[in-house]
């Protein structure tokens, strides 16, 4: 992959992207203001509409009220996760979580670009990069490797090998270079 597009993906990171962290609080903040404020309003609005047990408006917000609460607890778990992670203890030249790896796939030629993730953390698919986590085929092979190291991944399909390219870890990011 050439200089000027790894740089714009560097480009992309800094003024798109906010911390997992920062994502997670985010999201929680949303979902514990339509818990408290938006779904109680809908609820008394639907209320007022007579008879409960035949009141579809009312029995979709508290499903939605249920689906929320059990995002809400999902994601605060993930934000515990995260608050335990010592910074200090993620290399800053190899393949760690936070890092962002460009690779190239030798069977297709084609470059790719993962993001070294805890959990994932949105549900909105990134087209910069895919995230991968220490549980997945790719994310178990890239962990700790360096720019240039080749890995063989096993997957279900066959086995395919990467290329390390370039690499962002979670220090260059905070750092912003």
Same mark, same amino acid.
């Given at each position: ?13 800094? /003024? ?12 929680? +903040? ?11 309003? /809908? ?49 800053? +030249? ?84």
């Amino acid at each position: 992959m050439g200089t000027s597009v790894f740089i714009s993906i560097l480009s992309f990171i800094r /003024e798109y992207t906010m911390t997992d962290r920062e994502q997670l609080e985010q999201e929680i +903040d949303r979902l514990k203001y339509e818990l408290s404020v938006s779904i109680p309003q /809908e609820m008394q609005v639907a209320a007022a509409m007579g008879d409960l047990k035949e009141n579809s408006e009312f029995s979709e917000i508290v499903t939605r009220q249920q689906f929320i609460g059990i995002r809400l607890q999902q994601l605060i778990q993930r934000l515990t996760a995260y608050k335990h992670i010592n910074l200090n203890q993620i290399p800053r +030249d190899k393949v760690g979580m936070g890092s962002i790896i460009t690779v190239y796939h030798v069977e297709t030629e084609l470059t790719k670009t993962f993001k070294w993730v805890l959990v994932e953390i949105s549900d909105e698919e990134s087209t910069v990069y895919t995230e991968i986590t220490a549980n997945s085929p790719i994310g178990k092979v890239l962990y700790n490797k360096l720019v240039g190291d080749t890995v063989i991944v096993s997957l279900p399909n066959g086995k395919a090998t990467y290329k390390i390219l370039n690499l962002l870890t979670i220090h260059d990011i905070q750092k912003g270079t």
